[in-house]
Antibody, heavy 123, light 107 residues
């Protein structure tokens, strides 16, 4: 059974750096084709894709946020970490991680999601 | 970046109605599109992948169609458990982008 679970602080102050961890089971990020993304959703608003890391350690970022984001993986721990610098109240959102799979026909995106973790940015 | 224009933003429908939601891409994305259902307080759930393939375990009243720039999610006979918000996602090129969502409400 594939599961993902997000963890991190519920509250951060403006200008601080947010660090979120996605811990997963039921698959390995060293397996060819496997990928993990981060997605966020401000309260009452739409989903927004943030970043993706794949089995080969290739990393992709949202155009609008790429200067603030870093994604990394620890294959031995089955974890993916997202850092976001210079947090602002507009970054208040539920942050999700989700699995994707890549093969010769392209991506199969977000078949499994974590439950999400709410992050509030406030002083 | 590829923009996804989803319509309508909301709709009211009755149990048993046929419901259609559309996503238009600002440029061709082949069939690199998925549809997701989200209920309040829950993570999204994938319904359709590769534009028209039904996710395992999803009822057959859900179907997807389209290729290139125009895509459709159809619910053939709306059920009480289908009242939710639906999103499309393009994953043809980075940055991946979601539509703005369609909230399906009870009439």
């Amino acid at each position: 059974q594939v599961t993902l679970r997000e963890s991190g602080p519920a509250l951060v102050k403006p200008t601080q750096t947010l660090t979120l961890t996605c811990t997963f089971s039921g698959f390995s990020l060293s397996t060819s084709g496997m990928c993990v993304s981060w997605i966020r959703q401000p309260p009452g608003k739409a989903l927004e894709w943030l970043a993706l890391i794949d089995w080969d350690d290739d990393k992709y970022y949202s155009t609008s946020l790429k200067t603030r984001l870093t994604i990394s993986k620890d294959t031995s721990k089955n974890q993916v970490v997202l850092t976001m610098t210079n947090m602002d109240p507009v970054d208040t959102a539920t942050y999700y991680c989700a699995r994707s799979n890549y093969d010769s026909s392209g991506y199969s995106a977000f078949d499994i999601w974590g439950q999400g973790t709410m992050v509030t940015v406030s002083s | 970046d590829i923009q996804m224009t989803q319509s309508p933003s909301s709709l009211s429908a009755s149990v048993g109605d046929r419901v259609t939601i559309t996503c238009r891409a600002s440029q061709g994305i082949r069939n690199d599109l998925g549809w997701y259902q989200q209920k309040p307080g829950k993570a999204p759930k994938r319904l359709i992948y590769a534009a028209s393939s039904l996710q395992s375990g999803v009822p057959s009243r859900f179907s997807g169609s389209g290729s290139g720039t125009e895509f459709t999610l159809t619910i053939s006979s709306l059920q009480p458990e289908d009242f939710a918000t639906y999103y499309c996602l393009q994953h043809n090129s980075y940055s991946w982008t979601f539509g703005q969502g369609t909230k399906v409400e009870i009439k």
